[in-house]
């Protein structure tokens, strides 16, 4: 039984990754295919990455993503690390649940109505559609993704080395910077590559919120593929899964290094 079971689950994993990553993989290899037509191989080569690069509204889609995916995941991590810091070390004041619902209503709230209501406030204000309104949507979609990732971190932060540093002399400032920054530093790089990942993801509230000379990459793409794929989008999205796996990479042996360091000045002052 027991065998049969273990068969059994791992068939399903087996077709579970297969299903989620099979049509990467294909689209990896087809974007290096020689042919035009992207379902015939018709033999190894780059020339479509040359192709893209020489594709100037791809390039323009793409610098704008960019900027956008940095500011907002910046902004974003900023404002949901103080929302974090907010709700765990201030557990009771005046307006507290309405603060949080506020902060994590972007969670549950589907994208196609929070790009809405975005445009009728930018609409409202006399906001004309572009660069900024784009990255303050972002900003309000990643920012509650942030605030949730330090958040978890905070929760399970000893406060007892915050009360000894303070005790030692150190300001309450100086305790933020030199004492708790540092211990949550590996939730604030999750945070900010998880808003960047999104912002660079995002298509449906770009699509309410972009305007002329703001078309992020999601929006061209989306827009091309409706007349067709062709293998050029192939390279942009293989040059997409690059950049987010190298900064997944990233991000995980620095915050492996983060860790072992930590350790180590651990086991020295257990020694001291």
């Not at 079971?5 to 049509?23: C, H, K, M, Q």
């Not at 893209?52 to 995916?69: E, I, K, P, S, Y």
């Not at 009360?163 to 910077?177: I, Q, R, Y």
Request: charged share 10%.
């Amino acid at each position: 039984m027991n065998a049969t079971w273990s068969r059994f689950n791992i068939t399903s994993i087996v077709l579970g990754f297969a299903f989620l990553y099979l049509p990467i993989v294909l689209l990896i290899v087809f974007s290096f295919n020689e042919s035009k037509l992207v379902t015939v191989w018709g033999g190894f080569s780059t020339k479509w990455y040359v192709s893209l690069f020489h594709n100037q509204g791809l390039m323009d889609a793409a610098w704008v993503t960019a900027r956008v995916g940095v500011i907002s995941a910046t902004v974003a991590t900023v404002l949901g690390t103080l929302a974090a810091l907010t709700l765990t070390r201030y557990t009771r004041f005046r307006g507290r649940v309405l603060f949080s619902g506020m902060v994590f209503a972007p969670l549950v709230m589907p994208e196609v109505i929070t790009g809405l209501s975005l445009l009728l406030l930018f609409v409202a204000v006399g906001l004309d559609r572009g660069f900024l309104t784009v990255t303050l949507a972002h900003i309000t979609l990643t920012m509650c993704f942030v605030a949730v990732v330090v958040q978890s971190r905070l929760v399970s932060f000893d406060r007892s080395l915050e009360e000894a540093a303070m005790d030692l002399g150190a300001t309450p400032v100086k305790t933020f910077f030199q004492i708790t920054l540092p211990v949550i530093m590996p939730a604030i790089v999750s945070g900010w590559m998880l808003a960047f990942t999104l912002s660079l993801d995002d298509l449906v509230i770009a699509s309410f919120t972009s305007g002329p000379g703001a078309t992020t990459l999601p929006m061209k793409i989306y827009s091309q593929v409706r007349l067709g794929v062709t293998p050029e989008i192939n390279a942009a999205c293989t040059i997409l899964i690059a950049v987010v796996a190298v900064g997944v990479i990233i991000a995980s042996l620095a915050n492996k290094r983060r860790e072992v360091q930590r350790q180590l000045d651990e086991q020295a002052a257990q020694r001291g």
